[in-house]
């Protein structure tokens, strides 16, 4: 069983920037692959952002790319998501996930790959 909790949510200015922590429990944190979604009030659950295991591959939701930048440091079970130059519409509920098995490359888009989920943070951006 892995626990996934986030942090770092919180009303921002348009504009504004967040930093986005999902702390994972489990000492082989470094062989999962972690994934950010999003849900919107009304809306279905949208891919944000992914990181594999070593070597790291990275895949950024075109609505996202060059604003929104995942990251990751093994040393403390914890994956990042940087959100530079927010907009209202990034208005959302943020959750972490884990894909607990597969191959190193695995960077998918699809929530229905994911083991794990977390219980998500508000993430509020003001016009």
């Known amino acids: 069983q892995v626990q996934l909790v986030e942090s770092g949510g919180g009303l921002v200015q348009a504009g504004g920037s967040l930093r986005l922590s999902c702390a994972a429990s489990?000492?082989?944190?470094?062989?999962?692959?972690m994934g950010w979604f999003r849900q919107a009030p009304g809306k279905e659950r949208e891919f944000v952002a992914v990181?594999?295991?070593?070597?790291?591959?990275?895949y950024v939701a075109a609505s996202v790319k060059g604003r929104f930048t995942i990251s990751r440091d093994n040393a403390k079970n914890t994956v990042y998501l940087q959100m530079n130059s927010l907009k209202p519409d990034d208005t959302a509920v943020y959750y972490c996930?884990?894909?607990?098995?597969?191959?190193?490359?695995?960077?998918?888009?699809?929530?229905?790959?994911?083991?794990?989920w977390g219980q998500g943070t508000q993430v509020t951006v003001s016009s």
């Open positions: 996930a884990a894909k607990t098995s597969g191959d190193y490359y695995f960077t998918s888009a699809d929530g229905k790959q994911y083991d794990y």
């Open positions: 489990g000492r082989t944190f470094s062989s999962y692959a």
């Open positions: 990181i594999s295991k070593s070597p790291h591959y990275t």
